[in-house]
């Protein structure tokens, strides 16, 4: 009976310690980096160097650009964040969620089409003048990220439609929810073709790259980074610039990036 | 309360295919249940181990397995659309399939707990009133985990609405074909100036919802009361 009545606060006393416990002891100079999916590999590689050489740790995020704006607009605790698009880096910026002055574009990329490796679709074309009937057949998937919220679906269906097909391969469209998935379903084989970034195409070991699409047929692709409003730290400001700096531009275009010519 | 079309259509579609997924899912449900209800068997830890794997992993893992086992490349896939005719990937099939898998521990478990407590002395008294094994199954036993059985085409029926990962992760969102409405809210959710459509597909879950919760109650208490006196 007496252990029964003492329960309670014996419970309660055991969730305080471990709340307390296990609260992060927000050290200042440890660094949250929010990426879209695309950067996936290139930014682990980075963080690894950063930290290789003495610098604090840094933690990665990555999901689609829209997904990690959203959560920082809730109050995600990201210092700094990488977006595929300009678009979701200005709805951040219009909701003065970002420090202005430390937007600038890291890097670029291609789109390019991708088939699986060894199969017939994986033949070398140029996707401005393909036979995309012929490339589909009867009832093959397109793989791409839905255009409704995926940067990389966005830049696939513009470049579509300015080749003027986008009618003809709608029906054959298969939306992914970030750019990885629509490579995962190539990787698969489960879609004969999907659409994604030059760098996707470059880490997998099971895909080809068909052709690229020609760069008028769809906005530039740029990635915009920004260090989120009110996490403006020197620690922050100081792995911003291990990524801006030639150091890190060698290791983007390591994995395929296109790194503009920077001022500084 | 408007819909666009495609609001309505993603409606109908989890309405459909969250009914297939529990119809398609009762039958085996209630043999694993049986069987771990009443049979001894060798590996039946392993087995009912099994039974419950898709409710303890990732609903990401679960959609990965199904693409790999069932996709048009997969073993399982190849087995259906060579025998049946039947192909899952990137179809509403495939999502029905995702739902029934992730719902089906839910549908055991409750399907089970009714068994368990049901008195095996009442199926034997009609055993020994001369009632078959089969007669007995159909007549006395399931009758009485009626509640059970419905308990957990609900709760399936439930998870199966709000089936997400899985579905992504194996089917896409195909609208029309397998954008689901857990799949348009993260659509609208993600779009900029989406939070209007999102408010409407988040009320139309919440009152699906509520509508099968109060179905459910009422059909137990229908039963409870013919039955119960």
């Given at each position: 009976?007496?252990?029964?009545?003492?329960?309670?606060?014996?419970?309660?006393?055991?969730?305080?310690?471990?709340?307390?416990?296990?609260?992060?002891?927000?050290?200042?100079?440890?660094?949250?980096?929010?990426?879209?999916?695309?950067?996936?590999?290139?930014?682990?590689?980075?963080?690894?160097?950063?930290?290789?050489?003495?610098?604090?740790?840094?933690?990665?995020?990555?999901?689609?650009?829209?997904?990690?704006?959203?959560?920082?607009?809730?109050?995600?605790?990201?210092?700094?964040?990488?977006?595929?698009?300009?678009?979701?880096?200005?709805?951040?910026?219009?909701?003065?969620?970002?420090?202005?002055?430390?937007?600038?574009?890291?890097?670029?990329?291609?789109?390019?089409?991708?088939?699986?490796?060894g199969s017939a679709q994986a033949a070398a074309a140029d996707p401005a003048t393909l036979d995309w009937a012929a490339l589909l057949g009867a009832d093959g998937k397109l793989a791409i990220g839905d255009p409704a919220h995926v940067p990389a679906g966005r830049y696939a269906k513009a470049a579509l439609d300015f080749l003027g097909v986008w009618q003809l391969v709608e029906s054959h469209a298969v939306f992914a929810g970030d750019v990885r998935a629509a490579l995962t379903f190539v990787e698969t084989d489960e879609a004969v073709a999907g659409i994604v970034y030059a760098t996707d195409a470059a880490i997998s070991a099971r895909v080809a790259v068909v052709g690229s699409f020609p760069t008028a047929s769809h906005e530039p692709i740029v990635y915009p980074i920004a260090v989120v409003a009110e996490h403006d730290r020197p620690a922050v400001r100081a792995f911003l610039d291990f990524l801006l700096s030639g150091e890190g531009a060698r290791i983007l275009q390591h994995y395929g990036f296109v790194v503009p010519a920077r001022s500084s | 309360m408007l819909l666009s079309p495609d609001e309505l259509e993603a409606f109908l579609l989890s309405l459909r295919v969250a009914s297939i997924a529990v119809l398609v899912g009762l039958p085996p449900a209630i043999f694993c249940a049986y069987a771990l209800a009443r049979w001894r068997f060798p590996g039946k830890l392993l087995f009912d181990a099994l039974v419950h794997l898709p409710l303890v992993l990732p609903p990401v893992v679960v959609g990965y397995l199904l693409l790999v086992l069932f996709g048009r490349q997969g073993p399982l896939g190849q087995f259906f659309s060579d025998w049946l005719g039947l192909t899952f990937a990137f179809s509403w099939r495939g999502a029905v399939l995702a739902a029934a898998i992730m719902g089906f521990p839910f549908q055991v478990r409750a399907i089970r707990l009714s068994l368990e407590a049901l008195d095996p002395g009442i199926e034997a008294a009609a055993r020994t009133l001369g009632a078959g094994r089969l007669d007995v199954l159909v007549s006395v036993t399931l009758p009485l985990i009626l509640p059970g059985i419905l308990a957990g085409a609900l709760l399936c029926f439930a998870g199966a609405v709000g089936e997400f990962g899985a579905t992504i992760t194996f089917v896409a969102s195909i609208p029309g074909e397998t954008q689901t409405l857990p799949l348009a809210i993260f659509r609208a959710v993600q779009s900029p100036g989406g939070e209007a459509a999102a408010a409407r597909l988040v009320l139309l879950s919440v009152g699906l919802a509520l509508v099968a919760l109060a179905a459910s109650e009422l059909l137990a208490r229908r039963w409870k009361r013919r039955f119960l006196g």
């Open positions: 009976m007496r252990l029964v009545s003492c329960l309670p606060q014996t419970l309660l006393a055991l969730v305080t310690a471990a709340l307390l416990t296990s609260a992060p002891a927000r050290a200042e100079d440890e660094i949250t980096l929010f990426a879209a999916a695309s950067m996936t590999d290139a930014m682990t590689d980075l963080a690894a160097a950063y930290s290789a050489a003495g610098h604090p740790s840094v933690k990665l995020a990555f999901a689609s650009s829209s997904t990690l704006a959203k959560q920082i607009e809730n109050g995600a605790p990201a210092d700094l964040y990488i977006s595929a698009d300009l678009k979701w880096m200005d709805y951040l910026a219009e909701r003065q969620l970002i420090v202005a002055e430390t937007r600038s574009n890291l890097a670029g990329n291609a789109l390019v089409l991708i088939a699986p490796l | -």
